[in-house]
């Protein structure tokens, strides 16, 4: 079959609609593509949510187990006055009634102006300051067991966290052990330590 020039008027409308045809596929292709892209990516965006809600519910969950868990213990250094301001007048008062032990001969101490604690290693505090007042101890002794038994009963006699650092244990003048000496001092300890407090950044003044 051959075409004549007088045959494409009559094709005019088939060739149109098949233009038209392909224009509409062409169309309908790009748009389907753009809608799958467009679906796939709210697809995505979708479970991203979904994830970053179970991230944020599996956190709530373990606050509120950490929460119950510790609860307890942090009501125990605020009843310990471990968590708060500085309670140096409380500490003084709380020496003194140990003093009335007589747990060793005789000690003296002084408290140094609170400032920040200076860690050996990096510790993860939280919300928390961790401050440090430095108190030095010094002792007469009869015998090295008072200084045990002074540090042992110091928790349960004053409030607070006391840090010891370390003693140093000299043997007083007198080094014969008779009954007419054994009363008095037969050692001295100058003892380094300090009472820490944690202070809450978050905390109302």
């Known amino acids: 079959m051959k075409l004549t ?50 991230t944020r519910l599996t956190a709530a969950h373990e606050d ?22 500085e309670q140096r007048l409380d500490w003084i008062e709380g020496m003194e009634r140990l003093r009335q032990k007589n747990l060793v001969w005789n000690f003296r101490f002084n408290i140094a102006p609170q400032k920040k604690y200076s860690q050996k290693s990096q510790i993860d505090s939280g919300s928390f300051d961790i401050l440090y007042s430095e108190m030095g101890l010094q002792f007469d002794l009869l015998h090295e067991a008072q ?32 009954s007419s000496i054994s009363s008095k001092p037969q050692l001295s300890a100058d003892c380094t330590g300090g009472w820490i407090t944690l202070k809450n950044r978050n905390a109302l003044p």
């Not at 509120?64 to 301001?85: C, P």
């Open 147 to 178: 200084l045990v038994d002074f540090f042992a009963a110091l928790p349960k006699h004053v409030q607070g966290w006391y840090q010891l650092e370390g003693c140093t244990l000299m043997r007083s003048g007198t080094t014969q052990v008779n």
């Open 64 to 85: 509120r187990d950490n929460m119950s868990i510790y609860s307890s213990e942090y009501g125990i250094l605020v009843n310990r006055k471990i968590i708060g301001d």
């Open 5 to 54: 020039i007088t045959d494409i008027p009559l094709l005019r409308w088939s060739i149109l609609t098949a233009c038209l045809s392909i224009l509409i596929s062409t169309t309908i292709i790009y748009s389907s593509s753009a809608y799958t892209s467009n679906a796939q990516e709210n697809l995505n965006k979708a479970r991203k949510l979904r994830n970053d809600a179970r």
